[in-house]
């Protein structure tokens, strides 16, 4: 499979790629930076330095076309409002219909636990714009042809990485907020890439005892 990853350089997408290289996939990290390049390189992913902020729909489409999936994993880190709204929510939309239109069809979204239209946070709180831009851009998702899937883990932790513990939202058997480490969250997206039974479905999780490959 060849996968696109934006955001390549975070520390989620590094171990993803790293997962997916060793498993014999093709990875194509998207970065801002150029000076990230060697690290990247370094997962068995071929950086390419991509603006997503700035870059037009078409531009999306150009450096996507060839590919089989995409992993948004992207962000802009919170603190100003008007660059996460340009970047978790316009700069993600673009992505997904550049997808369609470069005709690649599978898209994995890395989102977060809880995330919804009715996430709850107040305008007061400093959350609430990536609160509002991520449950703009996975509604969106949601009423698209691709065939997606949206991933919320939970609190992120540098912890060595183990089992899961997974819920869709809406189910009875839902779980509480908690934490997860990096190591699963890139194992889960690894696994679920190649995981039809997936598509269509938004899988929240922390850790637990399931074994990722079986967790859902």
Do not use: C
Request: proline letters at 4%.
């Amino acid at each position: 499979m060849r996968v696109v990853i934006v955001g390549g350089h975070g520390k989620v997408a590094l171990r993803a790629a790293r997962l997916l290289a060793q498993r014999g996939d093709e990875v194509t990290a998207l970065i801002r930076n150029p000076a990230h390049a060697a690290q990247v390189r370094e997962t068995g992913a071929n950086p390419v330095v991509f603006d997503v902020e700035a870059a037009k729909e078409s531009a999306f489409a150009d450096v996507l076309v060839g590919h089989d999936a995409i992993v948004w994993s992207a962000g802009a880190g919170g603190g100003n409002p008007a660059r996460t709204q340009a970047v978790d929510r316009d700069a993600a939309i673009r992505s997904m219909r550049a997808a369609a239109a470069a005709g690649v069809r599978r898209y994995v979204m890395v989102s977060y636990f809880g995330a919804s239209i009715d996430h709850g946070v107040p305008e007061t709180d400093s959350f609430h714009a990536y609160a509002e831009a991520k449950a703009a851009a996975d509604d969106f998702l949601r009423g698209t042809d691709l065939q997606w899937t949206i991933l919320g883990p939970s609190r992120l932790t540098d912890e060595p990485g183990g089992g899961i513990a997974v819920s869709e939202p809406g189910t009875a058997h839902r779980q509480s907020k908690g934490a997860v480490s990096r190591d699963a969250v890139a194992a889960v997206i690894a696994q679920v890439l190649h995981d039809r039974s997936t598509v269509g479905r938004q899988l929240e999780f922390n850790d637990g005892p399931d074994a990722v490959g079986s967790a859902w």
